[in-house]
């Protein structure tokens, strides 16, 4: 195994920017319109505490594993596992269920992009006074509408992803993320300054425990996995493309930190948001279940109309920032998306970059547009290839980490860039989460689910 990146296949240019891209990749829907969302539904603080829980048990020792497999091999999550497992088709077939993740999530995902984009022109159109074309674009509904904005959404993602790695993905994100950070920041301040805000953070920082359930458990373990891009190879990907200088264990923990740091506060945004808005007479929640009216559209819902409330100038152009950061928070994600199946057909079928991008662009941008029609799929997708799909990657890695290429060899990749790794005490620490502790959590997890689903068809 050569140790140095033989094949021209690029790597990031520094090491703040592959934290960066990663971070980027974490960063995301996940975080702004995942986490709060999910956060109101599932009771408030309890589902946070849950939350962190899974990331840093679950996802801070797996995100660890898939940059080790990716450093280690230099290839794409098929070629990784056939490279370590002598091409046991049984092991590359957890590659090729990471690539169908990735295509799968990534075709919702710019469904729900091709929204925050929508809504830049919805603020702008609003405040101009065009309201019944404010209205047309605002419209989650709208097909045809939804449509177009999905591919325009595919269209600039495969324009990053031909630009390569370190042209393309680092140059995007390393000026993307620090803005990101600062206009959340600003609009925080903003938030608090508002009638009703201060209900929301009660809900956001008391736990009512009630509220703990199975179902909330896989919901935040597949939140967690979401949220950090685990469970489908976008970080074994990533990981192909880091020099052997680079520290994987420190890495991995400053993104995942970041990440959670991220949803944090972007919850510390939303969720007083949603009351802002209820306190101005919209109805967030359903008053005789005490549940959310709708998820996926919930942040669609209720922000457009807490910026119009602020009305004029200061709320479009609040409003615009906000869909622009959120947009670019989409856009370094679903980059990260496409590279896994992109990188999978330019090392295993030797298609050049620029076409595995636009070929693989297309058949995303194909069932996206079929989701812009009938969003309900968005619900269906979520539950098969995000909240159980995910997990069972992570489970396989786990399991193929620990027991096949085994835990002392990973090691072994980690000491270029963290020479004392095996005489430290994360080593044998990782190891066991690796080999037991996150592997049987997500066993339960994934037990108990189709326990559930078993029980509802009987
Ligand atoms: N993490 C991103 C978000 O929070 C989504 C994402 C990007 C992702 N790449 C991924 C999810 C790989 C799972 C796997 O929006």
């Known amino acids: 195994m050569a140790t140095t990146p033989t094949n021209n296949r690029g790597t990031w240019n520094s090491k703040l920017g592959f934290i960066l891209a990663a971070a980027g990749s974490a960063v995301g829907l996940g975080n702004i319109w995942g986490f709060p969302t999910q956060v109101a539904d599932n009771g408030g603080a309890a589902f946070i505490l849950i939350y962190l829980f899974c990331c840093l048990v679950v ?51 710019i469904v729900i992009s091709g929204w925050t984009l929508a809504f830049v022109f919805e603020e702008i159109l609003f405040f101009l006074g065009y309201e019944s074309m404010a209205q047309t674009i605002g419209d989650l509904g709208n097909g045809p509408k939804n449509a177009l904005f999905t591919v325009g959404f595919m269209i600039l993602t495969v324009l990053i992803v031909t630009g390569g790695v370190s042209q393309g993905i680092e140059r995007a994100t390393k000026t993307l993320m620090p803005v990101l950070l600062v206009i959340l920041a600003i609009l925080i301040a903003y938030i608090f300054t508002l009638d009703g805000a201060m209900e929301g953070l009660q809900m956001y920082i008391m736990p009512d425990f009630s509220t703990i359930s199975g179902g909330l458990v896989l919901s935040a373990l597949g939140q967690a996995f979401f949220s950090l891009s685990l469970g489908m190879g976008a970080l074994i990907t990533y990981g192909s493309y880091l020099n052997k200088k680079q520290n994987i264990v420190e890495s991995a923990a400053y993104v995942t930190i970041f990440d959670i740091g991220i949803a944090v506060l972007a919850g510390l945004l939303v969720i007083p948001a949603m009351f802002v808005a209820q306190a101005s007479g919209v109805q967030i929640f359903n008053p005789e279940t005490g549940a959310l009216f709708s998820s996926v559209t919930l942040v669609f819902d209720v922000l457009p109309e807490m910026f119009h409330n602020v009305g004029g100038l200061i709320g479009m152009l609040l409003g615009v920032t906000f869909f622009i950061l959120l947009g670019l928070a989409a856009l370094t994600s679903s980059i990260s998306l496409l590279e896994v199946p992109v990188s999978y057909v330019i090392d295993e079928h030797k298609v050049r970059r620029k076409k595995a991008a636009w070929l693989i662009g297309g058949i995303v941008g194909l069932i996206g547009v079929i989701v812009s029609f009938e969003l309900a799929l968005i619900d269906i997708f979520v539950a098969i290839f995000n909240e159980i799909g995910l997990p069972l990657g992570g489970l396989m890695i786990c399991i193929f980490l620990g027991y096949f290429w085994k835990t002392e060899n990973a090691l072994i990749e980690m000491e270029d860039g963290y020479e004392n790794v095996r005489q430290s005490k994360f080593a044998p620490i990782w190891s066991i989460f690796i080999r037991y502790i996150s592997p049987l959590l997500i066993a339960l997890v994934l037990i108990s689910v189709i326990w559930d689903l078993l029980q509802g068809l009987l």
């Open 59 to 109: 996802g801070f020792p797996v995100m660890v594993a898939e940059l080790t497999i990716g450093r280690r091999t230099q290839k794409n999550p098929v070629g990784a596992f056939k490279a370590l497992s002598n091409g046991n088709p049984f092991a590359s077939i957890i590659g090729y269920w990471g690539v169908l993740c990735g295509v799968m999530i990534l075709s919702f995902y």
